[in-house]
């Protein structure tokens, strides 16, 4: 004969367990990050940012910068932890001083970067992505030196 304990037990086991994954996060753990991008107090017109793990997360991200504004969906979104920030936005211009490929010239534009090594390959700009709240990062870029006219 069945006890009511084991009755009650067996009944109720695959309730809990039915609710409790109606309330896991879909995201897992994912949260969204949006933000501007200045360069010399300008919007940036196009580039990309992209987030590096710091703390060991699984979320590298990034993702196209438009119009001085970025925006990583939840669902794509990172992890939270801190992150080294990577920019990036070419002049899309061939240098002058450059040679522009083989005989007859080339179709390939050679882009300087816009932004300084300080924000791009040799960034340590850090940000940490919070469970809560709003994940805004906004950076305001000086021009890469590179680029800055000669006299």
């Known amino acids: 004969m069945v006890s009511l304990r084991a ?16 309330c896991s996060d ?31 997360q699984d979320t ?24 080294l920030v990577q920019l990036s936005s070419g002049d899309g211009k061939t240098p002058n001083d450059e040679e522009a490929g083989g ?7 050679v882009s300087v970067d816009r932004i300084p090594d300080e924000w791009n390959v040799r960034s340590k700009q850090q ?3 919070k469970s809560s709240g709003a994940n ?3 950076f305001d870029v000086p021009l890469n030196p590179r680029l800055k006219k000669k006299p």
């Open 26 to 56: 879909k995201h897992d753990g994912r949260m969204e990050v949006t933000g501007a991008v200045k360069l010399q107090g300008q919007p940036l017109k196009d580039g990309l940012i992209r987030f590096v793990p710091l703390d060991g």
């Open 103 to 109: 005989p007859g010239g080339s179709t390939n534009i």
């Open 127 to 129: 940000v940490e992505v």
């Open 136 to 138: 805004r990062f906004d």
């Open 7 to 22: 009755l009650l037990v067996g009944s109720l086991l695959p309730l809990v367990v039915a609710l409790s994954a109606g």
């Open 60 to 83: 590298p991200g990034g993702g196209p910068i438009q119009n001085g504004e970025y925006k990583i969906p939840r669902a794509n979104g990172l992890k939270p932890g801190k992150y």
